[in-house]
């Protein structure tokens, strides 16, 4: 499995934003992210969600200033899944999934 080490990473891309970009060109599509965050001598889980070109996360404050990094914290990146929108409990909305951080860079990978 391929993590992707943001503090280093993003220095380059703000990989969020520009998914996020993506995100509001195409509002039938939902991004979950999942990795960690790395604080002092542990991790703890991390998950955002991407809909609409807004980012969410279930597991940690965010911050919605859009001239800060939407996470704060050095944190790693390891599954990306794309989901069909809406989600309903009695079909199966998932897409595709893929643990390299730019693959949903590309705006086909999303259709």
């Known amino acids: 499995m391929e993590e ?7 220095a380059e891309v703000d ?3 520009n998914l996020e970009k993506i995100s509001s060109e195409i509002p039938n599509r939902i991004l979950k992210i999942q990795g960690y965050i790395l604080k002092e001598n542990h991790k703890e ?3 955002i969600i991407i809909f609409k070109g807004f980012s969410s ?3 940690h404050p965010i ?3 859009l001239e800060k990094k ?3 914290f050095i944190y790693i990146l390891t599954n990306f899944k ?3 929108a ?3 409990k009695a079909q199966d909305n998932f897409i595709r999934e893929n643990q390299n951080s730019v693959f949903f860079l590309n705006y086909k990978n999303w259709i």
């Open 86 to 88: 809406p989600l309903k």
């Open 63 to 65: 911050e919605i200033d």
């Open 4 to 10: 992707t080490l943001a503090s280093q990473t993003m």
């Open 57 to 59: 996360s279930t597991t």
């Open 15 to 17: 990989l969020i934003k």
């Open 45 to 47: 889980q991390l998950e």
């Open 82 to 84: 794309l989901y069909k």
């Open 70 to 72: 939407v996470i704060e």
